[in-house]
């Protein structure tokens, strides 16, 4: 890896849920049950699902993604958003008021969100050292380029910076899939 190089990943749908809605999905009390680690430190893939019901459609079989936040956000990509029936807005993480609703099905209950639901806006982790390298600053937007046969540069993209994250680009699924990459696929960043 290069200087001006970082790693690439593909969020697919996911959500985040607040203490609340865990425990009107899956019972009152209930504790995620962590299945494996993510690569943003404290972050993890809960076992749990949910199934998403908007306007048009179902989406079964949702990851929750864990530790519980003080929000519930629901991460789609385009595709899911037609899928659905809905019209989610590109946004950063957490900027979710006026954003579009569905209902959240579980094995206990259900939670109709009134808004919460976003494709969220491409991204890149970095720890503070990072940055530094990078010669970056927190919410910084730059472009970023990805190699091989259908090579693409992104822009636009929130740098974010943090002494507790790691090192890596965000993009859905869609995007990711338009560019032909991969998890952990090197990209070039290009201020």
């Known amino acids: 890896m290069n200087n001006n190089e970082l790693p690439i990943a593909l969020s697919n749908r996911h959500i985040h849920l607040k203490k609340e809605h865990i425990d009107v ?3 009152l009390d209930h504790e995620l049950t962590k299945m494996k680690d993510l690569s943003q430190p404290g972050q993890y893939a809960a076992m749990e699902k949910v199934d998403l019901e908007g306007k048009k ?3 079964k079989g949702v990851r ?4 519980a936040r003080n929000k519930t956000q629901v ?4 595709t899911d958003s037609f899928a659905l029936g809905i019209e989610a807005p590109v946004r950063d993480s957490g900027d979710l008021d006026g954003s579009a609703g569905l209902k959240i ?11 919460g639901v976003i494709i969220a806006a491409r991204h890149i982790h970095m ?16 472009s970023v380029k990805t190699k091989g046969k259908r090579a ?15 090192l890596e680009m965000h993009v859905d699924i869609d995007e990711g899939n338009a560019a032909l990459v991969k998890n952990y696929d090197l990209v ?3 201020k």
């Open 25 to 27: 999905l899956f019972g």
């Open 105 to 115: 099905i579980g094995p206990k209950g259900e939670v109709v969100l009134e808004d």
């Open 75 to 78: 991460e789609i990509s385009k």
């Open 188 to 190: 070039e960043l290009v």
């Open 57 to 59: 459609g179902v989406i």
């Open 64 to 67: 929750v993604l864990g530790p």
């Open 152 to 166: 693409i540069t992104f822009k636009n993209v929130l740098v974010r910076v943090n002494a507790n994250y790691a």
């Open 127 to 142: 720890h503070t050292e990072d940055a530094k390298r990078f010669g970056v600053i927190d919410k910084q937007v730059v």
